[in-house]
């Protein structure tokens, strides 16, 4: 069955970084676009990035361009985030999500919180 | 790109039917048949409920139907079930291979 499990979330300085993974399984890894969504605590969820099925592609959310990066590993069924100059207006429950055929979300992990707070 | 417009709240006695809206703009869900619905109960990670704005995934209730109008989609939930309380998100499609999410809907089974 698809598993998506996120790791790295944790209590970070605003102006710091901090690099998020998700481990994918029981899917062909790179067959697949994938995303990052998040959700702030108490709010809806935000589309944060997109990367094509090779890593060649990607798309960001106008609210993290120029400081989040977005990146996979095929070869070891891996996605990142790499986050940097947060804010406090980035803390959430980062969740990593599969991108179904029909431009949706097909698959999600259970999230990691990221904290930005001094 | 602005969040969709749901109505923060919706509620409906178990049997009954209640739909939640999803207002965009011509850029999102005006311009793409590509609106999905998810569910996510308190401290639970979202669920995919209707794609393609209308198809449901296998092993999703019939109860859940999907529509659209314009600018405008819809979630409705029939024959109202315990089970069904909890928050809903619209996502449409906005070109490019960017998203934009709904305001989310708590529904509450009275």
Do not use: C, H, K, P
């Given at each position: 069955q698809v598993q998506l499990v996120e790791s790295g979330g944790g209590l970070v300085n605003p102006g710091g970084s901090l690099r998020l993974s998700c481990a994918a399984s029981?899917?062909?890894?790179?067959?697949y676009y994938m995303s990052w969504v998040r959700q702030a605590p108490g709010k809806g969820l935000e589309w944060v990035s997109c990367i094509s099925s090779s890593g060649s592609t990607i798309y960001y959310a106008d609210s993290v361009r120029g400081r989040f990066t977005i990146s996979r590993d095929n070869a070891k069924n891996s996605l990142f985030l790499q986050m940097n100059?947060?804010?406090?207006?980035?803390a959430a429950v980062y969740y990593c999500a599969r991108a179904g055929s029909a431009w949706d979300f097909d698959y999600w992990g259970q999230g990691t919180l990221v904290t930005v707070s001094t | 790109q602005s969040a969709l417009t749901q109505p923060a709240s919706v509620s409906g006695s178990p049997g009954q039917s209640i739909t939640i809206s999803c207002t965009g703009t011509s850029s999102d869900v005006g311009s793409y048949n590509l609106v999905s619905w998810y569910q996510q109960h308190p401290g639970k990670a979202p669920k995919l409920?209707?794609?393609?704005?209308s198809k449901r995934p296998s092993?999703?209730?019939?109860?859940f139907s999907g529509s659209k109008s314009g600018n405008t989609a819809s979630l409705t939930i029939s024959?109202?079930?315990?089970?069904?309380?909890a928050d809903y998100s619209c996502c449409s499609y906005?070109?490019?291979r960017t998203y934009v999410f709904g305001t989310g809907t708590k529904v509450t089974v009275l």
């Open positions: 029981g899917f062909t890894f790179s067959d100059s947060l804010r406090a207006e980035d | 409920m209707i794609y393609e704005g092993g999703v209730s019939n109860r024959g109202l079930q315990a089970e069904d309380e906005a070109g490019s």
